[in-house]
Structures are given as C-alpha cells and as structure tokens.
C-alpha cells in the first residue's frame, strides 16, 4: 500500500502539463483501494475525461499506453469506482484493438481482459491462471477448473516469469486470497477435516459468551449461560455444528452388546464419525487417567459392532483449566485405537467461578 500511495501521490502533485496515462491509472488504483481524498477523485474525473479525449493507435507514433496491461486496467478501474456513469465507450474501443495487438503476449492479454470484464463485459476467460485467481479474490472475473491449484503452485514455488513487479503483486494476491481460504470450511461439502477444524476453534468463539459479572444495560438481569456437565457441553456442540451438518444426531444408538445398550454422545452418519463428550471437573494425575480409561472403553464399545461408524473424536470440557496437562493428555487420547482427534477446551477465564 505504500508504494500505490506514492503513486497517487506523484499523480496529485504532478505539475507538468498533462498527466499522462500512467498517473491517471495510479489514481485509478486508488480510488478501487479506497485511498482518494475527494480533491483526488475530482482529479481523476477529470484527466479521465481528457484521456477519453486522445486519439490512440496513431500512425508512426510508438504504442505505450495502448498495450501497458497495468495502466490500461487501472484506468479502468477508476472509471468504475466513480460513483456516477462516466463516459467508457472510448476505453472500451481501444481495449478491444488493444486485445489484438498483445494477443501473443498472455499476461498483457490477460490484463486487458481484466479491465474489459471491469467494464461489464462477459464471457471473457482470464489467463494466466494466477492473473485470474488474484482477480476473482477482488470480485472480477470468473475461475475455470484448474485455475486454483495452478495459481497457488505458482505463488508457491516461485515459477519464473518476465512480467515485472506487477505480476509479483499478482503472486502476493494469490498467496494471500488462497492461504486464509485454507482456514475456511466449505459447507456444502464438509469434511472430517472440517469438523476437527470447528471444534478446534471453539474457544475462540467462547470470546463472546454471555458471562457477566454485572448488568449490561438497565432493563436486563445479569445473564451466565454456564457449562455445568456434559449435557451443557453437548449443546454447545449442537449448536455449533447443527448448521453445517445436517444429519448431525444426538444421542445416536448404536447395537447392542449383551446387556449393554451403548449410545454415543453425537455422530455425523455422512462422516462416519462419532463425537464423545466428556466433563473433566477434577484436578490431577488420577482423573486425567480415569478419563483416557473412559475415552477407551467408550472407543472400543462403540465401533466394535457398527458398520455405519470407523472414527471417534473426543471433546473434552476441562472445567479446572489445567492447560499445562492438555499436550500430554491429547497425545494420550488421540493413541487410542478408533480416535483420530481430541479436542480439549479449558473452562475459559471469563468464566471463572465465584
């Protein structure tokens, strides 16, 4: 951001006497950044009514701005983030001839392409694949099969090219856009995966639980949704996974051994996944112990004669919050034949008891 500010900057302060194009798409870039003050974006409106106002694709005269990808797409970024309807009909003319003239060129075509879809038009496939990518992730354009994985083995590996730091900005984009939507989960197609991520992140949700030492505002009760048991912690859970899994079920039953009727806590049936609660509200080695005990014979019982069922994540609530403990204590749980995830969530300290 500081070197598009200095480039406004140099473009609001150029004395000469015309701005040239290059000035008039750094102001551009602004404005879609959301970095012109009103004095500049009166600038833009103007030098982008005298840039309409040039002829372009004159004879004998060397083609600049006519086939630079970067300024051609900022210039069309400026057009489109003014608030009111600004004469395009010349961009989008010299963008069409500009297209022809850098076919052979993929990334200066694929920026012209980019800066046509900018002003509406469709059905334009964007390349190169990390060109696409950094588009999409700012709202232009469409991606193709492929265009994902292609783009990020390119941010990632640092495949060579030719196309100056514009292109380097593009990686960054890449890099960025993809890697927060590592942490991401696609609800329409959860995974086991995914499942282990949000009941990972659930202390991170508790930040906001109702727990209060005093009245919030003058017409309500002080309010504590405390977790008192297990049945407490299963709600949680219910509540944070109702959403995303619609066949979650609660108190699935399972068949019966002997005498024994066993029934696990909560199950995903499309995971093929079970989830087994437990409150640990005594300190030390042996409850530790006892727990792991627990967590074992429940694994053994519940997958020893179901078909529909093959893993076991274990969700403990540590009322004491021995989070010195946890490490050992998860490395310990997650050995136990049929677990593939503990997750241990320490009684957080907004919550601390009277």
Known sequence: MFRLQAAVDEANHFTGQARHPEHVAALGYGARASRLTPQSLQILRNEVDHLGGRSFFAPGRPLRFEVDGIALLGVALGIASLAEVMEQSWLIRLLERSAQEVVSDEWQLGLVRLARRVLGEQGLRIVP?????????????????????????????????????????????????????????????????????????????????????????ANSAIARWDVENEYHVQNLLWTVLAPVFPDLDDEENLPSIGQKKPRADLGVPSLRTLIEVKFLRDRGQRALAKLIEEIAADASLYLSRTADYDDIVAFIWDDCAQTKQHHELKSGIEQIMGVSAAIILPRPSSMKRA
Do not use: C, Y
């Open 129 to 217: 694949p990390d060109l696409a990518v950094a588009g999409f992730s700012h709202g232009v354009g469409e991606l193709q099969d492929g265009d994902r994985a292609q783009a990020w083995k390119m941010a990632v590996e640092f495949s060579p090219h030719n196309s100056g730091p514009g292109r380097d900005a593009v990686r960054l984009a890449v890099f960025e856009s993809e890697f927060a939507r590592l942490g991401q989960i696609s609800i329409a197609n959860a995974t086991r995966t995914d499942l282990v991520t949000l009941l990972q992140n659930i202390s991170r949700g508790m930040k906001r639980w109702t727990f209060e030492h005093e009245k919030r505002t």
